[in-house]
């Protein structure tokens, strides 16, 4: 399996306060991309990075930032979270293929 | 036309059947196609890449039919341990890669 791990793993916060989700890898790689999951709309692509400094966005972006300092972090900030993102956040790396993390389950009330 | 597209299931197919399912594509530059496995509340999975020639890996078949912008997935002597979601991926040359919404399969003693 790919080096992917994610932090946390569940977290359950209150609408309003800032959330940051990280996601590591040891794989060394360029691309990195944070999704989200929900039921009835599949993976959704959030940001995704092509090297270190170097992000954009994807087709849900709004609500979220992130960055990228180290190649082998990639963190998702959700500045002030409403409960329309409460989901499941992936995060993958790769260029054609892509392998996934564990992924975070958040929960926003 | 929706830019990937999968029958939802649920397909409950008996142990030991064979079964198979679709992906439709709508760019038809795409240029790697992939399917991936999805347990419940687990992370997508790589299971194999679709080549122009077809490509066979133990008890699974994946082909790529371009001139009807599809792909197929044929599971053969299933085991219960199949049952996942199968999600269908395309990677469409200088775009975003891009996720079908996935099929659910049940695998039935």
């Known amino acids: 399996d790919a080096g992917i791990t994610q932090s946390p793993r569940h977290k359950v916060t209150e609408t309003g306060t800032p959330v940051t989700l990280r996601c590591h890898q040891t794989?060394?790689?360029?691309?990195m991309y944070w999704y989200r999951q929900d039921p009835g709309h599949g993976l959704r692509l959030i940001h995704y990075s092509y090297g270190v400094k170097d992000t954009d966005k994807g087709e849900v972006s709004d609500g979220y930032s992130v960055s990228r300092s180290k190649t082998e972090d990639f963190l998702l900030t959700l500045e002030s979270a409403t409960s329309s993102q409460t989901s499941v956040y992936f995060c993958?790396?790769?260029?054609?293929?892509?392998?996934f993390g564990p992924g975070t389950r958040l929960t926003v009330l | 036309r929706k830019e990937v597209e999968q029958d939802p299931g649920p397909f409950n197919v008996p142990e030991g059947a064979t079964v198979a399912f679709n992906c439709t594509y709508s760019n038809s530059a795409s240029q790697s196609f992939f399917w991936y496995r999805q347990d419940c509340r687990k992370e997508p999975k790589l299971l194999m890449s679709v080549y122009s020639s077809g490509n066979e890996d133990g008890r699974f078949t994946a082909q790529l039919n371009r001139a009807s912008q599809y792909i197929s997935l044929l599971i053969r002597d299933s085991k219960l341990s199949d049952s996942a979601t199968y999600l269908c991926v395309v990677n469409p040359w200088g775009d975003k890669i891009i996720f079908g919404k996935g099929t659910r399969l049940h695998i039935l003693p």
């Open positions: 993958a790396i790769g260029s054609n293929e892509q392998f």
């Open positions: 794989e060394n790689h360029r691309y």
